[in-house]
């Protein structure tokens, strides 16, 4: 019976787990459908409309966040306030009383994955390389794969094959790291060599991913470690690195900042997940952090459901008790997945302080292993956190909240400003040079990558465009 008990526990708890950390990884829109979903086909759940705090379970006034859980604790404090609200709070109280969509200035320009790409190499290429570069890139998949090769490309354009391959040897360093590889080894192989000019690798990383990927997807960290003579914790090691840093699908990694206003006519709005902004609008005061939670109401357990299972039929009961397990269990996931978005954003936003008010070039190099560490949670965890989440500034700039981890962005902020303010085009060894002087040493491809990024021109263009 102990055993029994002891394994319906264990079920339950793996259940809560594995339901938490797939909730905490959707944006507010997929966590909506998951719950009109729910509400849809589980009788045990339901929604009842009253404005109640999710965080502290107050009643709400009509409108207007928690008039506890929004408020400092201590004035003189500049630790920021960071609570959970309704998400009528946030897209209702704009719209026209015509009913039309509220006016977005915040929206982003649309842009596909060979174009972005293709704006960064464009610069540095010749005029008939950048031909073939659009044709490399138009023959993308939906995660970045070639689908071509090199050999197929050369005949077509009547180009020798081998500067065919140096093209895409070239586009694969762009942003995302990847792009245009024949497979996921050699988008994680290529994202490892550009990684060890700014980052650490550990031990074995390039050998388990040339020879054993297959293994290590499936854990089997002891024949790994047998075959390349390593320890167990070593090849561990590695895995980990992997998952935190490495995305064998380079178009589902993050690329592009959405930093670009939208000045077409895109219909596409985005509707942030988190908002940062100051008390009281002044900026002197301690930021706020409003977290979304996606419903309008409150969730519970239908208590005239759970009041009838006394009397249903027992071959109903089940049914009725599983319907009852579910909806509990949901309700208890989503408070988790708010709590742990709690507990990182105090953290993230008192440590990116300086970027949230000052911009790029205030940006601390962050990764998610160090907040996890600090946190006590797995990196696993924070990166689901992160994952497909957008943030409004308090400058109203909307960012996807993986930009807080972009160890590159100060980086490129600083480089666009040397450019800026060059007397005569600076080449990007001089480049590389003034950074070392600020205490920042890159490789100088690495400045040639993130001038790229930022649709910079190579030296001798901006030359002549200024001539």
């Not at 909506?32 to 965080?55: G, M, V, Y």
């Not at 936003?349 to 998610?368: C, D, H, S, W």
């Not at 560490?373 to 924070?382: A, D, F, N, R, Y």
């Not at 600083?414 to 085009?425: A, F, H, R, S, T």
Request: net charge negative; charged share 25%.
């Amino acid at each position: 019976m102990l055993q029994g008990h002891y394994q319906q526990t264990l079920t339950n708890t793996s259940a809560h787990l594995a339901q938490t950390m797939t909730l905490l990884s959707m944006p507010a829109t997929e966590l909506a459908e998951k719950i009109d979903s729910e509400l849809s086909t589980n009788p045990a759940l339901e929604l009842i409309n009253e404005r109640r705090c999710p965080q502290c379970k107050r009643l709400l006034p009509a409108s207007g966040p928690c008039p506890v859980c929004s408020q400092p604790i201590n004035y003189e404090s500049q630790e920021p306030i960071v609570f959970i609200s309704p998400r009528e709070d946030f897209y209702t109280h704009s719209s026209s009383d015509a009913g039309e969509s509220p006016e977005e200035p915040y929206a982003s320009e649309e842009i596909d994955l060979p174009t972005f790409v293709l704006r960064q190499i464009a610069g540095d290429l010749a005029v008939d390389d950048r031909m073939i570069a659009a044709y490399i890139l138009n023959h993308l998949d939906e995660d970045g794969f070639l689908t071509t090769t090199a050999q197929e490309i050369a005949r077509y354009q009547h180009r020798h094959p081998a500067d065919v391959q140096n093209l895409i040897d070239r586009i694969k360093r762009c942003d995302p790291v990847g792009v245009c590889s024949l497979d996921p080894k050699e988008a994680l192989l290529t994202q490892i060599e550009v990684l060890r000019e700014t980052a650490k690798i550990p031990p074995y990383t390039k050998e388990v991913i040339e020879n054993h990927l297959n293994k290590l997807s499936q854990h089997h960290y002891q024949d790994i470690a047998k075959a390349l003579g390593a320890s167990t914790a070593q090849i561990e090691r590695v895995s980990e690195f992997v998952i935190q840093n490495l995305n064998p699908f380079p178009a589902r990694a993050h690329w592009g900042d959405m930093r670009d206003p939208n000045t077409g006519s895109s219909q596409v709005f985005h509707q942030p997940d988190i908002l940062i902004y100051h008390l009281n609008d002044n900026p002197k005061n301690p930021l706020v952090v409003e977290i979304i939670l996606p419903i309008r109401g409150t969730l519970r357990v239908n208590p005239l459901f759970k009041a009838s299972l006394k009397e249903v039929s027992e071959d109903k009961s089940e049914e009725w008790r599983n319907d009852i397990e579910k909806a509990s269990l949901l309700i208890k996931c989503i408070q988790q997945r708010s709590n742990a978005l709690k507990m990182l954003l105090e953290k993230l936003v008192a440590y990116q302080q300086n970027f949230i008010n000052g911009g790029e070039i205030e940006m601390k190099p962050l990764t998610r292993a160090e907040i996890a560490k600090e946190l006590g949670v797995h990196e696993s965890t924070i990166s689901r956190a992160v994952s497909s989440k957008t943030i409004q500034l308090p400058n109203k700039r909307i960012i996807p909240m993986a930009i807080f981890f972009d160890r590159s962005l100060s980086q490129r902020t600083i480089i666009k400003g040397m450019i800026e303010e060059e007397d005569k085009p600076l080449s990007d060894s001089e480049i590389q040079t003034n950074l070392a002087q600020q205490g920042i040493n890159i490789a100088r491809r690495t400045v040639a990558k993130y001038r790229s990024m930022e649709g910079i021109l190579p030296a001798h263009l901006r030359q002549k465009h200024q001539k």
